[in-house]
């Protein structure tokens, strides 16, 4: 029986670790550090400054099962998936890696002995490509390992030369394919390696990084060289059972058959349902792994490329005939497929659904509110005998609601309508362009090579902090000014000062850095303004030295403002409490998502899908308060990753733990809280003193927030509320306690005397429009009223308008009125003229005039101005409209 995907998975971590590999995790979706990338798209993204040099993580062989998304940016295969056997937007790359430790011979020959030993796969259909002028590839495939010269094909630099960027490390490729068969390819009889179809599938592709290519295009070899190979694990798990499509792998199977469930459908019975299947099947992984690294449906950069694969999977379900939310539950199987590789994705499951069912919600509305402007716009077009949709049209409802420009097509294609595909792509490519500038920098902040330049030498920073150490003595390891090591800084100077060991927590984890003060010799005063942590092992003081100077290698005291780290430190133990308090009350789907302590507040972000009332919320700070009053010891073990996750602790949604962890208990057990985390806090839950909240919202679909303050803050806000409640109890002359029942007495008179003066308004606009009527004049035959009007604001303007059009039955009514310095348009056709005149039309060349712009339907549209008084001349052009 062939091999499962899971299996395979496992035997090729097995078959790297026995060559001496480090076997490492797959990192998260979002990139770290690295603001260039949209997604991780390939196995080697984590290891890049292994690769520059930058970075010495203590192995020198990896090897992972990377998990990747390439639906966005430079790569992009979003509009092929479900279209070929073979294109994904969610994948695992399978990967095996050598920084400075092996090199080609090696990786062939191992590459060589998985595929057919490990694998068992047939020798004479596997082909080989190598760099066109990759001798030493060549010798080693043809003389090592056996592979006949003709299988072994030599290619350019598009398809086999791999390049970071114009300069800088590179290096050939060599590739391995499958030959699946003449059943699988194009037919013809020149097919080869060169062909774009099926038949010989690349599973393999091995980089070989042994230059720097300098400016003027030289190439320089490596010192040091370096392997990168990727192996996408769908496609060896095709070719291993025997099928010729991904989707018919064990991998998908699972996926399909839910599907088949759900909609009805038979995969296999229909090339249209079948595309759609494969679409819903792939689509879902995709989502299913974005939302769990922490992305959330939204308009722009990685949230936006979320929403477009979900809502083309929902697209996709519809045309299957489910006019339902159910990609959430398609989801729940890939959690159920993937758990054994990705554990994670149990504990996030209820909170992947929810997310995917909000958005399917979501797009079930905006589908029904495009489709509605799509007819407009046919409508419009059949008036006016046009017949192409126009480009902004199509990508608005490409853009804003969701719709796939064939989806588009189709829609039309029945009123004989076509799109204007240039005007479309003339958007695309200025929102191609916005996008771009809304990721960049999206990820991570890239780290300056400076700091991974000093790590390389050696140079570390021990946190000494904990246990409420604000004060210590260290020796200066290095100094940068202006983003430069230098060995000196003089009085004035701003600068960041780095010790072998301090006291000073750098800003990491939500928690800011602390402050304080650095002295030396010669009473040399450095004024710290925050510490920061741009590596693991450094921690950075910023500042200015405000006397004296301060050398590498000089001995330094260092003093953090105790008050500020002390409240700092009641700050973020109360975020910890903060979260029991709502797992309690809303349930344990509350994840945090995101935090924020310094010395004034408290930020925490979590999961959670509808607004917590009044009394959840006085619930929550209750239970937090209760934890507080406990005064219950808090208490740090550390332990190894894998021992401190079993013990139940608590993680960050997306955070990137270490080998060893911190894990903060409070309570004798942890029965209060148990966390991984890395930041200080009280020794005692009763040092938090008081906590209170201050707002609740939400900042993202599925996403809330609430701020707090604690202890001498949390009284003063307390204060402050007293304060502004017993200035309104004076100005309404009753007592405290009595506020709000006299508040809602006075706003219920209020909404009374509003509908009385709504009436009265109504009552003067129909003695007005009776007034008017004697305004109407004849226009080519037309019955006309342009006049200008007394009306406050916009909604008046059109109860006005409707009733002068109910008297004049047949004609065209123009009326400006002027309110908070600005002028309103108001402009009606009947229902008997609107085949001749379009109210909308008639209001866009009106307008202008008034310094404004609008629009509307043939029968009514409306425009403002900032030239109220230009209304008579706007008004006057509408005779030389008719």
């Keep these: 029986m062939a091999m499962t995907g899971s299996e395979i998975r496992e035997s090729f971590l097995k078959f790297f670790e026995g060559k001496g590999h480090a076997r490492i995790a797959s990192s998260p979706l979002v990139p770290k550090d690295d603001p260039t990338l949209l997604f991780t798209n390939a196995g080697m993204v984590q290891f890049k400054n292994c690769f520059l040099g930058l970075e010495d993580r203590g192995y020198h062989r990896a090897a992972t099962s990377q998990k990747c998304v390439r639906a966005g940016g430079k790569h992009n295969d979003l509009e092929n998936v479900g279209v070929t056997a073979r294109h994904h937007t969610f994948f695992e790359m399978l990967g095996n890696f050598s920084f400075g430790d092996y090199f080609k011979k090696e990786a062939i020959a191992w590459a060589w002995e998985y595929l057919t030993v490990t694998m068992g796969l047939p020798r004479e259909k596997l082909w080989i490509t190598i760099y066109t002028d990759d001798d030493e590839a060549f010798r080693i495939w043809h003389d090592g390992m056996g592979v006949p010269a003709e299988r072994i094909v030599r290619m350019g630099e598009k398809s086999n030369f791999w390049m970071m960027g114009e300069t800088g490390p590179c290096g050939p490729c060599s590739e391995i394919l499958f030959d699946q068969g003449e059943g699988t390819g194009c037919g013809s009889s020149e097919c080869d390696v060169h062909c774009e179809c099926d038949r010989h599938l690349e599973i393999w592709n091995l980089v070989f990084t042994q230059f720097d290519r300098d400016a003027a295009g030289k190439l320089n070899p490596l010192p040091k060289p370096n392997i990168d190979t990727g192996m996408g694990l769908e496609r060896l798990a095709a070719v291993v059972q025997g099928v010729t499509s991904n989707y018919e792998s064990d991998l998908f199977t699972g996926i399909i058959r839910f599907i088949e469930k759900i909609s009805g459908r038979t995969y296999g019975k229909n090339g249209e349902d079948d595309i759609s299947i494969r679409v819903i099947a792939d689509h879902s992984r995709a989502v299913t792994f974005l939302v769990g690294d922490g992305v959330l449906p939204s308009n722009e950069g990685r949230g936006y490329v979320l929403r477009r694969i979900l809502r083309r999977a929902a697209r996709h379900g519809k045309l299957l005939g489910m006019n339902r939310p159910f990609l959430n539950e398609v989801c729940g199987v890939v959690i159920d497929e993937m758990r054994g590789a990705y554990p994670d994705l149990v504990d996030k499951a209820a909170f992947i659904r929810k997310v995917v069912e909000s958005e399917e919600h979501r797009f079930i509305e905006t589908l029904d509110a495009g489709l509605r402007i799509l007819q407009e716009e046919v409508a419009v077009l059949k008036e006016s005998d046009g017949w192409v949709i126009p480009g902004e049209i199509v990508f608005k409802l490409y853009d804003t609601f969701g719709f796939p420009t064939d989806l588009t097509a189709d829609i039309v294609k029945k009123d004989g309508l076509v799109l204007d595909m240039e005007g479309f792509e003339r958007e695309m490519a200025a929102q191609r362009e916005k996008a771009r500038e809304s990721w960049k920098g999206s990820g991570q902040e890239a780290i300056s090579q400076v700091y991974h330049l000093l790590s390389m030498e050696g140079i570390a920073t021990e946190f000494a902090g904990y246990e409420g150490v604000t004060m210590g003595s260290s020796r200066v390891t290095a100094i940068l000014k202006e983003g430069r090591s230098v060995e000196e800084i003089a009085e004035g100077d701003e600068a960041e000062v780095i010790v072998e060991q301090t006291p000073f927590y750098g800003e990491v984890g939500g928690q800011v850095g602390d402050r304080g003060f650095i002295a030396g010799a010669e009473d040399a005063f450095f004024q710290v303004l925050d510490a920061k942590r741009p590596l693991d092992n450094l921690i950075a003081h910023v500042g200015k030295l405000e006397r004296g100077k301060i050398r590498k290698g000089d001995s330094v005291m260092l003093q953090v403002e105790d008050e500020l780290r002390r409240a700092t430190e009641a700050n973020h133990s109360a975020t910890h409490l903060l979260q029991a308090a709502l797992k309690s009350v809303l349930g344990e789907h509350v994840k945090q998502s995101g935090s924020f302590v310094n010395a004034e507040r408290l930020r925490f972000d979590f999961t959670h899908f509808s607004r917590i009332d009044e009394e959840e919320l006085a619930r929550i700070e209750s239970g937090a308060n209760r934890m507080i009053r406990a005064n219950v010891p808090v208490s740090t073990d550390v332990l190894p990753l894998a021992e401190a996750v079993m ?51 939400a900042i993202a679909a599925g996403v809330r927030r609430i701020e707090a303050v604690t202890g001498n803050a949390a009284v003063a806000h307390v204060q402050r509320l007293e304060e502004e409640l017993r200035r309104t109890a004076s100005f309404l002359k009753i007592g405290l306690l009595d506020t709000s029942d006299r508040t809602e007495k006075l706003l219920r008179r209020e909404r009374e005397l509003e509908k009385e003066i709504e009436a009265l308004k109504g009552k003067l606009a129909a003695r007005d429009s009776g007034d008017l009527m004697g305004r109407v004049r004849q226009i080519n035959g037309i019955d006309v009223l342009a006049t200008v009007v007394e009306a406050s604001d916009v909604k008046t303007l059109r109860d006005l308008g409707d009733k002068l059009r109910d008297r004049l039955r047949s004609g065209i009514i123009l009326l400006g009125s002027r309110a908070d310095g600005k002028a309103m348009l108001l402009c009606l056709v009947t229902k008997d003229l609107t085949d001749r005149y379009h109210a909308g039309n008639i209001i866009k060349a009106i307008a202008p005039v008034v310094g404004g712009s609008g629009g509307g339907r043939p029968d009514m549209a409306q425009a403002g101005g900032q030239k109220p008084e230009l209304l008579e001349q706007a008004l006057d052009k509408l005779s030389d409209l008719l």
């Design 647 to 697: 013990t139940g602790a608590t993680a960050v949604f997306d955070e990137k733990y270490g080998a060893v962890v911190r894990v903060v208990k409070m309570g004798e057990t942890g029965e209060f809280s148990r966390e991984l985390c890395g930041g200080t806090h009280v020794a005692r839950t009763g040092d938090i003193g008081f906590l209170k909240i201050v707002h609740e919202s």
